[in-house]
Protein backbone atom coordinates (compact mmCIF):
# COMPACT_ATOMS: atom_id res chain seq x y z
CA UNK A 1 0.00 0.00 0.00
CA UNK A 2 2.75 2.36 0.93
CA UNK A 3 4.39 1.94 -2.51
CA UNK A 4 1.29 2.67 -4.35
CA UNK A 5 0.76 5.83 -2.55
CA UNK A 6 4.20 6.88 -3.17
CA UNK A 7 3.65 6.28 -6.82
CA UNK A 8 0.50 7.89 -6.78
CA UNK A 9 2.57 11.15 -5.41
CA UNK A 10 4.98 10.55 -7.77
CA UNK A 11 2.83 10.24 -10.89
CA UNK A 12 0.77 13.71 -9.17
CA UNK A 13 4.38 15.59 -9.38
CA UNK A 14 5.18 14.08 -12.58
CA UNK A 15 1.88 15.42 -14.60
CA UNK A 16 1.69 19.19 -12.36
CA UNK A 17 5.70 19.46 -14.06
CA UNK A 18 4.90 18.50 -17.13
CA UNK A 19 1.90 20.91 -17.65
CA UNK A 20 3.45 23.46 -15.95
CA UNK A 21 6.64 22.88 -18.05
CA UNK A 22 3.93 23.51 -21.34
CA UNK A 23 2.42 26.38 -20.63
CA UNK A 24 5.22 28.53 -19.32
CA UNK A 25 7.89 28.43 -21.95
CA UNK A 26 8.65 30.79 -24.20
CA UNK A 27 7.37 28.72 -26.96
CA UNK A 28 4.04 28.40 -25.58
CA UNK A 29 1.18 30.88 -27.69
CA UNK A 30 0.12 34.23 -26.14
CA UNK A 31 -3.54 34.00 -25.94
CA UNK A 32 -6.41 36.34 -24.23
CA UNK A 33 -9.02 39.06 -25.49
CA UNK A 34 -9.05 42.49 -26.00
CA UNK A 35 -11.21 44.59 -28.24
CA UNK A 36 -13.33 41.64 -28.09
CA UNK A 37 -11.49 39.59 -30.30
CA UNK A 38 -9.71 36.14 -28.80
CA UNK A 39 -6.29 36.06 -30.19
CA UNK A 40 -3.57 32.91 -30.24
CA UNK A 41 -0.19 34.60 -30.90
CA UNK A 42 2.16 32.22 -32.08
CA UNK A 43 5.72 31.72 -30.22
CA UNK A 44 7.04 28.85 -32.38
CA UNK A 45 6.44 27.41 -35.54
CA UNK A 46 8.53 25.19 -38.32
CA UNK A 47 11.14 26.54 -40.92
CA UNK A 48 9.77 26.00 -44.42
CA UNK A 49 6.32 27.34 -43.51
CA UNK A 50 5.18 30.96 -42.67
CA UNK A 51 3.63 31.38 -39.78
CA UNK A 52 -0.06 33.06 -40.10
CA UNK A 53 -1.88 34.25 -37.00
CA UNK A 54 -6.01 34.15 -38.15
CA UNK A 55 -8.46 36.16 -35.61
CA UNK A 56 -12.04 36.17 -35.47
CA UNK A 57 -12.43 39.75 -36.60
CA UNK A 58 -14.84 42.47 -37.55
CA UNK A 59 -12.35 44.91 -37.65
CA UNK A 60 -9.71 45.20 -40.12
CA UNK A 61 -6.11 44.33 -39.10
CA UNK A 62 -2.51 44.02 -40.41
CA UNK A 63 0.85 42.85 -38.33
CA UNK A 64 4.48 44.95 -37.96
CA UNK A 65 7.03 42.86 -37.42
CA UNK A 66 11.14 42.87 -37.60
CA UNK A 67 13.50 40.16 -36.89
CA UNK A 68 14.61 39.73 -33.09
CA UNK A 69 17.18 42.07 -31.83
CA UNK A 70 18.29 44.04 -34.85
CA UNK A 71 17.44 47.66 -36.30
CA UNK A 72 15.28 47.16 -39.08
CA UNK A 73 12.61 49.02 -39.49
CA UNK A 74 8.89 47.62 -38.98
CA UNK A 75 7.77 45.74 -41.50
CA UNK A 76 3.68 45.74 -42.39
CA UNK A 77 1.70 42.89 -43.49
CA UNK A 78 -1.97 43.00 -44.41
CA UNK A 79 -4.33 40.93 -42.53
CA UNK A 80 -7.04 39.52 -45.51
CA UNK A 81 -10.09 38.55 -44.57
CA UNK A 82 -11.52 34.98 -44.65
CA UNK A 83 -15.30 35.50 -43.93
CA UNK A 84 -15.41 36.29 -40.17
CA UNK A 85 -12.02 36.31 -39.76
CA UNK A 86 -8.53 37.98 -41.06
CA UNK A 87 -5.72 36.35 -41.69
CA UNK A 88 -1.55 37.34 -42.25
CA UNK A 89 1.47 35.42 -42.32
CA UNK A 90 4.80 36.16 -40.68
CA UNK A 91 7.75 34.97 -43.22
CA UNK A 92 9.46 31.79 -42.53
CA UNK A 93 12.84 31.87 -41.09
CA UNK A 94 16.06 29.71 -40.91
CA UNK A 95 15.73 27.74 -37.33
CA UNK A 96 16.82 29.45 -34.53
CA UNK A 97 15.86 32.12 -36.21
CA UNK A 98 13.35 34.66 -34.35
CA UNK A 99 11.05 37.41 -35.01
CA UNK A 100 9.01 40.11 -33.02
CA UNK A 101 5.45 40.96 -33.72
CA UNK A 102 2.33 43.15 -33.35
CA UNK A 103 -1.27 42.80 -34.33
CA UNK A 104 -3.10 46.06 -35.10
CA UNK A 105 -6.36 46.66 -35.53
CA UNK A 106 -8.17 49.38 -37.25
CA UNK A 107 -11.56 50.19 -34.77
CA UNK A 108 -13.31 53.74 -35.54
CA UNK A 109 -10.60 55.05 -37.83
CA UNK A 110 -7.57 54.32 -35.13
CA UNK A 111 -4.65 52.06 -34.87
CA UNK A 112 -4.65 49.53 -31.51
CA UNK A 113 -2.45 46.69 -30.77
CA UNK A 114 -4.11 43.94 -30.13
CA UNK A 115 -1.23 43.32 -27.38
CA UNK A 116 0.60 46.51 -27.07
CA UNK A 117 4.14 44.61 -26.23
CA UNK A 118 5.76 42.86 -29.29
CA UNK A 119 5.29 39.12 -29.22
CA UNK A 120 8.72 36.91 -29.57
CA UNK A 121 8.14 33.87 -32.29
CA UNK A 122 11.02 31.30 -33.02
CA UNK A 123 11.65 29.36 -35.87
CA UNK A 124 12.67 25.48 -36.12
CA UNK A 125 13.73 22.47 -37.89
CA UNK A 126 10.64 19.72 -37.78
CA UNK A 127 11.64 16.83 -35.37
CA UNK A 128 10.63 13.61 -36.19
CA UNK A 129 7.27 12.80 -34.25
CA UNK A 130 8.88 9.46 -33.30
CA UNK A 131 12.26 10.93 -31.99
CA UNK A 132 10.16 13.87 -29.77
CA UNK A 133 7.43 12.07 -28.15
CA UNK A 134 10.17 9.41 -27.21
CA UNK A 135 12.41 12.35 -26.13
CA UNK A 136 9.38 13.64 -24.13
CA UNK A 137 8.17 10.67 -22.37
CA UNK A 138 11.71 8.92 -21.15
CA UNK A 139 12.37 12.52 -19.69
CA UNK A 140 9.14 12.51 -17.65
CA UNK A 141 9.58 9.00 -17.11
CA UNK A 142 13.12 10.11 -15.61
CA UNK A 143 11.21 12.18 -13.17
CA UNK A 144 8.85 9.94 -11.82
CA UNK A 145 11.58 8.12 -11.22
CA UNK A 146 13.11 10.79 -9.24
CA UNK A 147 10.79 11.65 -7.33
CA UNK A 148 9.84 7.81 -6.42
CA UNK A 149 14.08 8.36 -4.99
CA UNK A 150 12.98 11.07 -3.46
CA UNK A 151 9.89 9.53 -1.70
CA UNK A 152 12.14 6.88 -0.67
CA UNK A 153 14.61 8.46 0.87
CA UNK A 154 11.64 10.26 3.06
CA UNK A 155 9.35 7.07 3.79
CA UNK A 156 11.82 4.43 3.09
CA UNK A 157 14.93 2.57 2.41
CA UNK A 158 14.83 0.66 -0.89
CA UNK A 159 16.80 3.41 -2.62
CA UNK A 160 18.99 1.75 -5.53
CA UNK A 161 16.75 0.80 -8.17
CA UNK A 162 14.92 4.27 -8.35
CA UNK A 163 18.17 5.84 -8.41
CA UNK A 164 19.13 3.70 -11.31
CA UNK A 165 16.46 4.43 -13.32
CA UNK A 166 16.63 7.61 -12.45
CA UNK A 167 19.91 8.20 -14.02
CA UNK A 168 19.70 5.70 -16.56
CA UNK A 169 16.22 7.45 -17.73
CA UNK A 170 17.79 10.50 -17.77
CA UNK A 171 20.99 9.81 -19.75
CA UNK A 172 19.14 8.62 -22.21
CA UNK A 173 16.38 11.12 -22.51
CA UNK A 174 18.67 14.78 -21.81
CA UNK A 175 21.80 12.94 -23.60
CA UNK A 176 21.04 10.56 -26.20
CA UNK A 177 17.90 12.05 -27.57
CA UNK A 178 17.68 15.48 -26.01
CA UNK A 179 20.55 16.31 -28.74
CA UNK A 180 19.18 14.74 -31.41
CA UNK A 181 16.07 16.69 -31.24
CA UNK A 182 18.56 19.95 -30.74
CA UNK A 183 19.75 18.62 -34.23
CA UNK A 184 16.95 18.68 -35.79
CA UNK A 185 15.59 21.45 -34.57
CA UNK A 186 18.11 24.02 -34.29
CA UNK A 187 21.26 22.02 -36.54
CA UNK A 188 23.43 21.36 -33.21
CA UNK A 189 23.77 18.60 -30.67
CA UNK A 190 24.39 20.78 -28.18
CA UNK A 191 24.68 24.63 -27.05
CA UNK A 192 24.62 24.53 -23.61
CA UNK A 193 28.40 24.53 -21.75
CA UNK A 194 30.94 25.13 -22.78
CA UNK A 195 29.86 26.35 -26.35
CA UNK A 196 26.63 28.44 -25.33
CA UNK A 197 23.74 29.58 -22.86
CA UNK A 198 21.38 27.34 -23.52
CA UNK A 199 19.62 26.96 -20.45
CA UNK A 200 17.43 23.56 -21.69
CA UNK A 201 21.28 22.20 -21.82
CA UNK A 202 22.37 23.56 -19.21
CA UNK A 203 20.21 22.74 -16.95
CA UNK A 204 19.94 18.79 -17.87
CA UNK A 205 23.96 19.03 -16.90
CA UNK A 206 23.61 20.56 -13.65
CA UNK A 207 20.62 17.44 -12.97
CA UNK A 208 22.85 14.88 -14.36
CA UNK A 209 25.82 16.21 -12.25
CA UNK A 210 24.23 15.99 -9.26
CA UNK A 211 22.72 12.04 -10.32
CA UNK A 212 26.24 10.97 -9.95
CA UNK A 213 27.39 10.44 -6.83
CA UNK A 214 24.05 8.52 -5.87
CA UNK A 215 24.37 6.32 -9.09
CA UNK A 216 27.68 5.47 -8.26
CA UNK A 217 27.08 4.64 -4.41
CA UNK A 218 23.59 3.04 -5.55
CA UNK A 219 26.26 0.35 -7.70
CA UNK A 220 28.43 -0.14 -4.74
CA UNK A 221 25.07 -0.52 -2.06
CA UNK A 222 25.88 2.37 -0.19
CA UNK A 223 23.70 5.33 -1.54
CA UNK A 224 22.65 7.84 0.67
CA UNK A 225 19.57 9.03 1.26
CA UNK A 226 20.81 12.69 2.05
CA UNK A 227 22.49 12.38 -1.65
CA UNK A 228 19.33 11.36 -3.32
CA UNK A 229 17.54 14.13 -1.81
CA UNK A 230 19.57 16.61 -2.69
CA UNK A 231 19.84 15.53 -6.17
CA UNK A 232 15.78 15.27 -5.93
CA UNK A 233 15.24 18.57 -5.09
CA UNK A 234 17.79 20.20 -7.75
CA UNK A 235 15.54 18.02 -10.16
CA UNK A 236 12.71 19.52 -9.44
CA UNK A 237 14.72 23.44 -9.46
CA UNK A 238 15.49 21.93 -12.90
CA UNK A 239 11.86 20.73 -14.07
CA UNK A 240 10.75 24.51 -12.50
CA UNK A 241 12.68 26.46 -15.09
CA UNK A 242 10.50 26.76 -17.84
CA UNK A 243 11.48 24.90 -21.10
CA UNK A 244 13.52 26.59 -23.85
CA UNK A 245 14.62 29.43 -21.90
CA UNK A 246 17.58 31.26 -23.34
CA UNK A 247 16.90 28.64 -26.12
CA UNK A 248 19.18 28.56 -29.36
CA UNK A 249 19.18 31.90 -31.02
CA UNK A 250 20.11 32.93 -34.70
CA UNK A 251 22.38 36.25 -34.65
CA UNK A 252 20.59 38.11 -37.11
CA UNK A 253 24.27 40.58 -37.67
CA UNK A 254 25.64 36.90 -38.93
CA UNK A 255 23.00 36.74 -41.69
CA UNK A 256 20.95 38.77 -44.63
CA UNK A 257 17.72 39.50 -43.87
CA UNK A 258 15.08 36.95 -45.12
Not at 8 to 14: F, N
Request: net charge positive; glycine share 8%; proline share 6%.
Amino acid sequence: MRRTLLWIVAIIITVFLAIYQRVTGPTYPVKGEAYGVRYKLLRSHNTGEDACIRLKSSYDGWIEYKRHKTNDPWTKIPMEREGDYIRGCLPSQPPAGKLDYIVFLRIDGKKVALKKEPVTIRFKGRVPLGILLTHIIIIFLAMAFATRAGLEALFGNNLKPYVLWTFYLFLAGAFILGPLVQKYAFGVFWSGFPFGIDLTDNKALLALIFWIVPYVKALKGSVRKRDVLIAWVIMLVVFLIPHSLLGSELKYTDSPKG
